[in-house]
Structures are given as C-alpha cells and as structure tokens.
C-alpha cells in the first residue's frame, strides 16, 4: 500500500512569503501529525490532527498553523517566513489506535527560506 | 526543562560488531519510549518501543534497554551490518494511548559501519 506522501519534496521561499505544505497519510489513518528537523534543534513536534480536529499542538509561534481535511489529508501553513524556518518539515499518519508504534512518517518536505 | 538526550553523536563500528545507541531522558513522567532510524533522505523509522513497566524488550537483531533508576536507555544492535549506518533518534510519549502525537525526540546519533 502507498505510504505517506508529501508534496512538494523541495521548496524554496523568499523571507516574508508563507508557504503550504500537503501530507497524504496512508489509506484508513485518521490521525496525522507534523514535526519539524533541524541540526540544531532536531525534531520538533508542531502539532496532531484527528478527524479534523487539531488534538495536540507543540511551541511554536501562532504562524505555524495546520489543518485536516474530511478524507484525512493535512495541510500545514506558515505565514511571514524567517530564514529560521528552513527545515525539513515531517508529516506522520497513524489509525491512532495503536499508539505511537502505529506511526509512518512521509520522507518530508525541505523548505529554505532565503 | 523536560528533554531527551543522547550521550554520543557518532558511533563507529565494524560490519558485525554489536552495536550500543545511548539515550537519557529527563522526565519521569515519561511512560512510553520509542526508537526511530532515518536514513538519508527519508522520514524516521520505527525500529522498537519499550513502555515503562518494562525493562527490556527484544525484537528482530535489535534490543532496548530501559533503566527508569537513572533514567537511560539504550538501542543494542546485533551483528551490525553496512544497512543499519543511519542517524538513530531516541523518543518519550507521556501519554500512552492518548494524544500519541506529542512526542519528544533526542537530538539523534548518527552509526557509520565500516566493512
């Protein structure tokens, strides 16, 4: 079965513009949810939709926003980008029912921000 | 604040040669941990997750250790062999079964393989 998909793989963005990132978790997951990497900083949790409803969100500032759709699909959005923003951008999908094992990242999305 | 860590950034090892990845983690709190492999270009990996009621769990050529006195784990790699060269990420969920989302992840250690 097709894994999580995201899209775009690369992106490159100008420091002011926002920009919206799509994940398509696999087929019958209901939960996805959304990390960003660093070097510096790692892997960082964003935030953790399910059926819609964002579940759980991470620290970040308000310009990180995201969104899930009725057939599961996510989409995550960040307005007035800084150069600190240039990461790679992980989406995961679960069924949620069976705990965190259950999890199947995408292979990302890397944005630069220049 | 509440962190996971890891003790060392790279591990070198021959082809065949068992390997040890260490984590520490701060939060006792902390009910559930889990360990991640990314290779390049690719999103993490589910390799084996350990709950906290238990000590060690093992699985296909890998094993993880839980010590919950001084709040450290660890990946144990059997016959390591050229695919496992990866960076491998340590992780805490404080809500097993609930909101599986939040998970805090160690800043990652990258194996190298030598054949």
């Known amino acids: 079965k097709a894994g999580v998909t995201q899209t775009p793989r690369y992106l490159i963005k100008t420091r002011g513009q926002q920009v919206t990132l799509s994940c398509s978790p696999i087929s019958g997951h209901r939960s996805v949810s959304w990390y960003q990497q660093t070097p510096g900083q790692g892997l960082q949790f964003l935030f953790e939709?399910?059926?819609?409803?964002?579940?759980n969100k991470g620290n970040f500032p308000g310009r990180f926003s995201g969104r899930q759709f009725s057939n599961s699909r996510s989409e995550m959005n960040v307005s007035t980008l800084e150069l600190g923003d240039s990461a790679l951008y992980l989406c995961?999908?679960?069924?949620?029912?069976?705990?965190?094992?259950?999890?199947?990242f995408g292979s990302g999305t890397r944005l630069t921000v220049v | 604040g509440e962190s996971v860590g890891l003790h060392l950034p790279t591990l070198s090892v021959q082809e065949g040669d068992n390997s040890i990845i260490n984590c520490a983690y701060s939060n006792s709190a902390s009910d559930y941990f889990i360990w991640y492999k990314q290779e390049s270009g690719k999103g993490p990996q589910f390799i084996i997750d350990?709950?906290?009621?238990?000590d060690k769990r093992q699985g296909q050529r890998v094993t993880v250790l839980l010590n919950k006195t001084v709040k450290h784990l660890s990946l144990q790699i059997a016959a390591t062999q050229p695919g496992d060269s990866a960076v491998y990420f340590c992780a805490e969920n404080k809500n097993y079964g609930g909101s599986q989302g939040n998970l805090i992840f160690g800043k990652g250690t990258k194996l190298s393989v030598k054949p």
């Open positions: 939709y399910f059926s819609e409803t964002q579940r």
């Open positions: 350990i709950r906290s009621n238990m």
């Open positions: 995961a999908s679960s069924m949620s029912d069976r705990g965190i094992a259950g999890y199947t």
